[in-house]
């Protein structure tokens, strides 16, 4: 927390706005607006995983559709497609961003329309541990078939990409606050809009779909997904801080990368190009198998010196529940990060003896 949080928290319950509605959510909307510089198209909901599933909704994505989403990333990524009753295809990562290959995107979308005669309804790409998909290339591809792109930019608030702000790059983008993101409201998300209208259109789903009229009138499925007005002034307080949390992880990031440099087998995630600027919501290696240790070990012995790490994403294709859904892969990166990556503490509170005593315990482990 950076301080003035409960100030607003107070103000919610002076005022009585203690309801999914009021001031606190206006000016957080606003104020997000402002930062990712997408003014009077931010929605605030009460999780990222709404806004994921209200962006599928807004995109038409139905029963019986499939949509695209990139492997490796957090469930959470892939469950709202199922929630629609569509189907999740699944994209495999490139080695510069681990995040969604076009090239593959391209190859997934041409097989889908091979197989199903049906285009999938929606792209999921993802700005994993905040490094900035390759947004150019997969908007592209994205355009040459005409499917919408739905951004899960929910670890990477304030990441860059061209200079232009993560969230903003898709028709639509989805945000999270959960308490382990870059900025919280204890639990909450957004969803980035077209315009304003469709920001109108977003409100309605959020609130139960309640039409115009005097009494509860209702023509389509509604979702209670708005953000409470108690979350949102967290939010406002954040906002104070947003910047301070992203130069942090930055910082943080830059240390691990001095502090690790040297010691063979261990590769500190770097922005592949300048043109990437990461937020490094968490700082990540990859241990190269050469060094006789796998992260797993190198968790545990971290564990038993109080440093908490855990193993990267395991991607969706090789999850149970997924276990039947088509993927393209590029010659299994994302399996190969899962078996070798670690992250990093990396929280803004951290400070630089953390990260020293951290970057000290790995070289032990792997000396
Ligand atoms: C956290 C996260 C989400 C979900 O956000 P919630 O606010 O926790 O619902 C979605 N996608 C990714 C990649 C995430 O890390």
Redesign the pocket.
């Given at each position: 927390m950076g301080g003035n949080e409960q100030h607003w928290v107070n103000e919610a319950f002076r005022s009585g706005w203690v309801v999914p509605l009021g001031p606190n959510v206006d000016e957080f909307e606003r104020l997000l607006g402002e930062y990712i510089n997408a003014p009077g198209r931010v929605v605030a909901l009460s999780?990222?995983?709404?806004?994921?599933h209200l962006g599928l909704v807004m995109l038409g994505v139905e029963k019986g559709d499939e949509v695209v989403c990139q492997s490796f990333?957090?469930s959470?990524?892939a469950n709202p497609i199922c929630y629609q009753g569509a189907s999740p295809v699944f994209v495999g990562s490139e080695k510069d961003t681990w995040n969604m290959d076009p090239e593959a995107l391209n190859r997934c979308i041409a097989d889908r329309v091979r197989a199903t005669g049906r285009k999938p309804k929606a792209i999921v790409p993802?700005h994993?541990y905040g490094l900035p998909a390759k947004m150019n290339e997969i908007l592209a591809v994205a355009d040459k078939w005409q499917i919408p792109v739905l951004e899960?930019a929910?670890?990477a608030l304030g990441s860059e990409l061209d200079g232009k702000r993560c969230g903003t790059f898709g028709q639509y983008g989805?945000l999270?606050?959960?308490g382990?993101?870059i900025i919280t409201t204890s639990?909450?998300?957004a969803l980035v809009c077209p315009d304003a209208e469709a920001a109108v259109r977003v409100k309605f789903y959020a609130t139960q779909a309640r039409e115009n009229r005097p009494y509860y009138y209702h023509e389509v499925i509604g979702y209670n997904y708005r953000m409470s007005n108690v979350c949102a002034g967290v939010g406002v307080g954040q906002m104070d801080v947003l910047q301070e949390h992203v130069d942090r992880r930055r910082a943080i990031h830059a240390l691990y990368t001095e502090l690790l440099a040297e010691v063979p087998g261990v590769e500190v995630k770097q922005n592949p190009t300048p043109a990437f600027d990461s937020n490094f919501w968490l700082s990540t290696i990859v241990i190269d198998p050469a060094t006789g240790h796998t992260p797993d070990e190198v968790r545990l012995a971290l564990a038993a010196l109080d440093i908490e790490t855990r193993l990267l994403w395991r991607p969706m294709h090789m999850q149970p529940v997924f276990a039947d859904a088509p993927y393209y892969g590029a010659g299994d990166v994302e399996r190969e990060l899962f078996e070798r990556g670690l992250c990093l503490p990396s929280g803004s509170i951290l400070d630089d003896s953390d990260i020293e005593r951290t970057a000290a315990a790995i070289k032990g482990v792997l000396a």
């Open positions: 999780a990222g995983t709404a806004a994921l990333t957090f959470a990524s993802v994993l899960d929910a670890e989805a999270s606050f959960n382990n993101k639990g909450g998300g």
